[in-house]
């Protein structure tokens, strides 16, 4: 068994972190996939992230019901999780936020691309969803069943990052260190090309060979990486409840360096 008091701390990390780096505001949500049970996940109830205590911390059944209802009122959009945790066995946490940045980019025909180093890691694909294209031009956008959620999750396919058009950005990683960082740097990226495409002419994107070459040189638990956790961590005002090893460390295949 996992330590799973550990895992919820680091769930309240992600939360604040996430706030801090404007990422979220009121709105948007981060999950993990439960530790010990594939079939769940660990979401707060709806709180606005800054807000998020580790009392807020609910389990929840890949269908999006919680595992005890206690009444609580929950995130209309934690559908994005469940969908994304199901059809992705690889996923281990998800980002849902509607970060400015990102935005111009799911509306436009100006595709989102890594140009930065510190974005290589949503990959050289971001696709968008345009979730009129299958429920209609009369939806209030905004993802709230698992139908809704299952045709996201396969426009996101084997990607990392799924634009959402005119709402923002889902993201999904191997781990919370890994989900966090991604979702911290994804508007940054967008912001950068966007700065570059005010400059006019052609912009240049990372390589696929400099992508895989800083994916195949991460490894998400060193000490290198845990730097930018610690140190985010502390800026939102959560340092203290940083543990000295992530708690999903031990699950994960890739947490042996
Ligand atoms: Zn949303």
Redesign the pocket.
Known sequence: MSDLSALVRDLVVANRILARENVVDA??HVSVRHPDNPHRFLLAASVAPEMVEEGHIIEFNLDCTPVRDDGRPLYH?RF?HGGIYETRPDVQAVV?A?AEDVLPFSISVTPLRPVIHSGSFMGAHVPVWYMADRFGCSTNM??TNMEHARDLAHCLGPNKVVL?RG??FSAAAGSLIEVVRMAVYVPRNARVQMNALRLGGDIKPLHDGEIAARDGGYKPYSLETRRAWIYWARKAGCGHLVAEQPADHVHKPWGSE
């Open positions: 709105y948007g959009e994005i849902h509607h905004l993802v959402m709402h923002g």
